[in-house]
């Protein structure tokens, strides 16, 4: 439906327990029929390298880091998220194994914590639950269940979507600042969801740049600062 990358998809909760997983599972009971692959995040980049290569070399359409613990970002990650095209050594070998990087990603978090290159690369959805034990919570559904009952109904209602987005052509289109490294997915995705009258996903950015860590690490330098000079005025240097 579009060229080039997609972004990081992250589903952040204040707390454990709030439905972070069972979204992430819908997205892929919806998009591909069955269960995306669950992972954690590998800290080091190698260990990210290995999991990425061996997720597409057996054609998963979405990945799921479930649960990331430790900062989100490397620059294996970041390099992922801004192209289209994956190259690696096959484990154990000399092969150097060729690949399309046209993978989903999506991670879930309690209270993220997002590297600052990565930020850049990432919409998120906060979820507040406003109990104390979200996952005592009863519903009148089963979501998981109904996700899958009713598939080709949800499918093609997205689907639907996309297609009146582009009948509409220029008509009516919605104007959008510029998302980076993702042209072709805001383009497509981005715009049909505002044309049809939600909001602008890249809204989320904001809540982003406020758990990036070297973001959270710079302001927290000024305040220290400033609470122990009061009113300085001066460059870095004095």
């Not at 497509?188 to 959270?216: E, H, N």
């Given at each position: 439906?579009?060229?080039?990358?997609?972004?990081?998809?992250?589903?952040?909760?204040?707390?454990?327990?709030?439905?972070?997983?069972?979204?992430?599972?819908?997205?892929?009971?919806?998009?591909?029929?069955?269960?995306?692959?669950?992972?954690?995040?590998?800290?080091?980049?190698?260990?990210?390298?290995?999991?990425?290569?061996?997720?597409?070399?057996?054609?998963?359409?979405?990945?799921?880091?479930?649960?990331?613990?430790?900062?989100?970002?490397?620059?294996?990650?970041?390099?992922?998220?801004?192209?289209?095209?994956?190259?690696?050594?096959?484990?154990?070998?000399?092969?150097?194994?060729?690949?399309?990087?046209?993978?989903?990603?999506?991670?879930?978090?309690?209270?993220a914590a997002i590297g600052a290159d990565t930020a850049r690369r990432t919409l998120t959805l906060r979820l507040r639950p406003t109990v104390d034990h979200p996952e005592e919570r009863e519903f009148d559904r089963d979501l998981a269940a109904y996700a899958v009952a009713n598939r080709p109904k949800l499918l093609g209602a997205a689907l639907t979507i996309?297609?009146?987005?582009?009948?509409?052509?220029?008509?009516?289109?919605?104007?959008?600042?510029?998302?980076?490294?993702?042209?072709?997915?805001?383009?497509?995705?981005?715009?049909?969801?505002?044309?049809?009258?939600?909001?602008?996903?890249?809204?989320?950015?904001?809540?982003?740049?406020?758990?990036?860590?070297?973001?959270?690490?710079?302001?927290?330098?000024?305040?220290?600062?400033?609470?122990?000079?009061?009113?300085?005025?001066?460059?870095?240097?004095?």
């Open positions: 439906a579009f060229e080039g990358p997609s972004p990081l998809f992250l589903f952040d909760a204040t707390t454990a327990g709030s439905g972070k997983t069972l979204l992430a599972r819908l997205l892929g009971l919806i998009a591909t029929g069955h269960e995306p692959p669950l992972a954690g995040m590998p800290p080091a980049s190698v260990e990210l390298k290995k999991a990425i290569t061996a997720a597409l070399v057996q054609g998963d359409a979405m990945h799921v880091f479930d649960n990331c613990t430790t900062t989100i970002g490397n620059d294996v990650l970041d390099m992922l998220l801004t192209s289209t095209n994956y190259q690696d050594r096959r484990l154990g070998t000399n092969e150097t194994i060729v690949a399309e990087a046209r993978m989903a990603l999506v991670a879930t978090s309690n209270n996309l297609r009146w987005h582009f009948m509409q052509g220029a008509d009516g289109r919605p104007k959008a600042r510029p998302f980076g490294s993702f042209t072709g997915w805001s383009d497509v995705v981005r715009l049909a969801v505002m044309r049809a009258g939600m909001a602008d996903p890249l809204d989320s950015q904001a809540m982003v740049r406020r758990i990036d860590d070297g973001t959270r690490l710079r302001g927290a330098l000024l305040e220290a600062w400033a609470a122990w000079r009061p009113g300085f005025r001066g460059t870095a240097r004095k």
